[in-house]
């Protein structure tokens, strides 16, 4: 066995442990961000300044900073505020409202997709705001933004390894642990790199599955 | 019994004044078509009754009540609207069209809304296609289904805006059938259309607006072959002359 291929194998259950980690993080904070960005998506449409206003505020700040920053801010800025968490849940939780703002930006392009007259005739119907959006509304704009939600799935999950900075041990950090070992660069990120690339495709095919589903 | 009254209803768009005091009454189990120019404020005086138009000045009475911001989603349970877009909701089946706003808003059960809709397809002609996507329908078919789902409601008033604009015209008379049909069981009606000849048939009054005014009510007999205004005249003209 070649070497470079051996310092795969050898090492293979420490990759697929991180591949897990990721993953985790990845699903963990795509929940979160969905969660968010449902709810902001929906504020910056709101007739309410009051709701209108914070929900721009939080799209533009957070699109508008490095999440590198974020990482260190949740991670080593809130301890000093009382708020302290584990690496792990400090990347879930600067990565899930990081994503946050994405989606919300793609959940208010799905809302305005959405003819007025839909709004309308599900109003007349004497359906209240709230039953609007949630039966009529929101599952046609779902419809169209999956391509753009299935992106934004993508980038989160490439975005993740960012958590290594913070020492989350995700993919990336065990590769990195490896490499310092072995010395051996180009085989380990090689395979670290058709590791994300298996999630990211996986993640796109999902997405055209789901799409195919719900064809209208 | 009077259903609808609107008093003294004043609506501008921004600087533009577009309902310039609306008086209306509408009697139970009246058929009122409002026919008149394009850009008269004929859908937007429909738009006004159910609310999906702000107004800056007057009244409008459902069976008494006075319309607000507090009762509107009762009260537009009771009154179903059919827009020239159709408006059905595409990725729900037909059947689901129907019965979601009476499980969701009158918490019906499930058999009994379905029943109900099957009725309803039955009775506009189209229960072949109950679990059709409205997408596979034709126009006409849209529009059907759209009335029967405003008729699922049980509404005591119906307000059709120019039900049959956006269908092709061999589509047309199926849509103005079910109407028709509508009218002679005694539903009350207020009826935005450009169909002068159903207009004529159908309704127990016509309303002729112009520029944001009624200018002119009454009768079909009397509106389509002896109208009063000089403004009422130059607009049937184009079609009495056809």
């Known amino acids: 066995m070649p070497e470079w291929l051996s310092v795969i194998v050898d090492n293979l259950p420490l990759l697929l442990k991180g591949a897990l980690s990721t993953l985790q993080l990845t699903s963990l904070a795509v929940l979160i961000g969905l969660a968010i960005g449902i709810f902001v998506g929906m504020g910056r449409l709101s007739k309410y300044r009051i709701i209108r206003y914070p929900s721009s505020v939080y799209v ?50 799905g809302i305005q997709s959405v003819p007025k007259g839909q709004y309308e005739a599900a109003r007349s119907l004497g359906m209240s705001h709230a039953q609007a959006m949630i039966y009529v509304i929101l599952p046609q704009a779902f419809r169209h933004i999956l391509p753009a939600l299935g992106n934004e799935f993508i980038a989160l999950a490439k975005d993740s390894s960012l958590a290594m900075v913070i020492g989350t041990v995700e993919l990336m950090r065990s590769a990195q642990y490896i490499v310092s070992r072995t010395f051996m660069s180009f085989p380990i990120y090689g395979g670290v790199a058709l590791i994300y690339f298996a999630i990211t495709f996986s993640v796109s095919r999902l997405v055209k599955f789901v799409e195919g589903r719900l064809k209208v | 019994m009077t259903v609808l009254k609107v008093e003294g209803l ?9 309902l310039k005091g609306i008086d209306l009454e509408v009697k139970k189990g ?26 800056q000045r007057g009244k409008i009475y459902f069976k008494g009540e006075l319309i607000t911001h507090r009762n509107i989603n009762r009260i537009r349970s009771s009154i179903g ?18 019965i979601l706003a009476p499980m969701k808003v009158k918490n019906m059960q499930k058999d009994e809304a379905v029943e109900k809709a099957k009725k309803l397809l039955e009775r506009v002609g189209l229960i072949e296609k109950i679990n059709e996507k409205p997408g596979n329908l034709s126009g006409g078919q849209q529009q059907r289904v759209a009335i029967a789902r405003a008729l ?7 307000l059709f805006d120019e039900p049959t604009s956006a269908l092709d015209p061999e589509l047309v008379k199926e849509v103005l059938d079910v109407i028709k049909d509508l009218a002679q069981s005694g539903m009350t009606m207020l009826i935005v259309t450009h169909e002068m000849r159903f207009a004529c048939d159908v309704s127990d009054r016509v309303v002729f607006m112009d520029e944001g005014r009624i200018v002119e009510m009454g009768p079909p007999e009397k509106i389509f072959s002896n109208p009063e205004n000089e403004r009422t005249r130059e607009f049937l003209g184009h079609f009495l002359s056809v």
């Open chain 2, 81 to 98: 609207m059919v827009f020239q877009q159709f408006n059905l909701f595409p990725h729900l089946s037909v059947l689901n069209n129907l």
């Open chain 1, 60 to 109: 533009e700040f957070l699109r508008g900073t490095p999440l590198m920053v974020q990482l260190f801010l949740v991670y080593f800025g809130l301890p000093e505020l009382g708020l302290e968490f584990d690496r792990f849940t400090a990347a879930v939780i600067a990565l899930g409202i990081n994503s946050g703002a994405y989606v919300a930006e793609i959940v208010r392009a």
């Open chain 2, 152 to 158: 699922m409601m049980d509404p005591e008033l119906m």
């Open chain 2, 10 to 18: 004043h609506k501008y768009f921004g600087k533009l004044y577009v």
């Open chain 2, 30 to 55: 009246e058929v009122i078509s409002i026919i008149g120019p394009s850009g008269s404020g004929k859908s937007t005086l429909l738009r006004c009754i159910n609310l999906l138009e702000e107004y």
